[in-house]
Nanobody, 114 residues
Framework: QVQLVESGGGLVQPGGSLRLSCAVS???????MGWYRQAPGKQRELVAA???????SYADSVKGRFTISTDNAKNTVYLQMNSLKPEDTAVYYC?????????WGQGTQVTVSS
């Protein structure tokens, strides 16, 4: 079993920044790591991912504003979020998956409001 623990959420004004962290209980080098979000009344959506083979991918709505990164030595995944908008308000979830299993964190709330 793999545990994922997110942190770093909170309340921020429009235009502000937050950095989310996801601490993973084992080496992340074998997983595709991703950040998802779910707003009230909406489906969970992929925000950003680092596939197992490398590279990064982003939802169109966050391109140029969000950056996903990893620190393999710390088994941690980050999501740097800049120029935040009210529509970014959601619960953000960390995700790790390999060819067989998918693991989720408990989520962290991000609220963008003045």
């Amino acid at each position: 079993q793999v545990q994922l623990v997110e942190s770093g959420g909170g309340l921020v004004q429009p235009g502000g920044s937050l950095r989310l962290s996801c601490a993973v209980s084992r080496s992340i080098s074998r997983y595709t790591m991703g950040w998802y979000r779910q707003a009230p009344g909406k489906q969970r959506e992929l925000v950003a991912a680092i596939p197992f083979g490398g590279g990064t991918s982003y939802a169109d709505s966050v391109k140029g504003r969000f950056t996903i990164s990893t620190d393999n030595a710390k088994n941690t995944v980050y999501l740097q979020m800049n120029s935040l908008k009210p529509e970014d308000t959601a619960v953000y979830y960390c995700n790790a998956k390999d060819f067989v299993f998918t693991y989720w964190g408990q989520g962290t709330q991000v609220t963008v409001s003045s």
